[in-house]
């Protein structure tokens, strides 16, 4: 099993702020990761697949990069609506595995 | 505009059974791949199962055996039918999506229902 793991845990940061997330993997998952972001009590919604392709509506404030092992979410100035959990997702091997996310707290 | 509405969970007795639903809506259903994913109380995401337009199933190896996806295409509804449930399972089960390129499934998550509840306790 492909562990992922994200850090840090929590971030404290303010709207406007630029903001880097990081996930990495236990083993190379070429550029088969995703991001989603939850927010409390609703459903994740996917905002990157394969590395770096936003889904469809999602701004282009939310940008993703990496390769192999290590990966980054970044964005590019907070809005208030950003605030929330977000978890990194690799589909390169069964079992498909999440990270145990990121929590996006505001300052 | 895609809809997933998942119905079915409840409180249950451990090594009891439950059958969950996810009506689907929005899309042509019989050509996407279906997933549960599920999260327990403050944890975090797990993937379920999947299940491709052609049939084929995919389990995480913690429900292996005791778990069961199916599609109905003629309703546009997934299930999964739970057997042998523990405390371990409990948690909102989520339905999704598969995103796919073109024509051809990817493991990512894409549309996501609003989760159902199951609660497994004595």
């Known amino acids: 099993e492909i562990g992922l793991t994200q850090s840090p845990a929590t971030l404290s940061l303010s709207p406007g702020e630029r903001v880097t997330l990081s996930c990495r993997a236990s083993q190379s998952v070429s550029s088969s990761l995703a991001w989603y972001q939850q927010k409390p009590g609703q459903a994740p919604r996917l905002l990157i697949h394969?590395?770096?392709n936003r889904a469809t509506g999602i701004p282009v404030r939310f940008s993703g990069s990496g390769s192999g092992t290590d990966f980054t979410l970044t964005i590019s100035s907070l809005a208030p609506e950003d605030f929330a959990v977000y978890y990194c997702q690799q589909r390169s091997a069964w079992p498909y595995t999440f990270g145990q996310g990121t929590k996006l707290e505001i300052k | 505009e895609v809809q997933l509405l998942e119905s079915g969970g409840g409180l249950i007795h451990p090594w009891e059974s439950l059958r969950l639903s996810c009506a689907a809506s929005g899309f042509t259903f019989s050509t996407y791949a279906m997933s549960w994913v599920r999260q327990a109380p403050t944890k975090g995401l797990e993937w379920v199962s999947t299940?491709?337009?052609?049939?084929?199933?995919y389990y995480t190896d913690s429900v292996k055996g005791r778990f069961t996806i199916s599609r109905d295409n003629s309703k546009s509804t997934l299930y999964l039918q739970m057997d042998s449930l523990t405390a371990d399972d409990t948690a909102v089960y989520y339905c999704a999506n598969n995103f796919q390129y073109g024509s051809s499934w990817s493991g990512y998550f894409d549309s996501w229902g609003q989760g159902t509840l199951v609660t497994v306790s004595s």
């Open positions: 394969n590395v770096s």
């Open positions: 299940i491709t337009s052609g049939g084929t199933s």
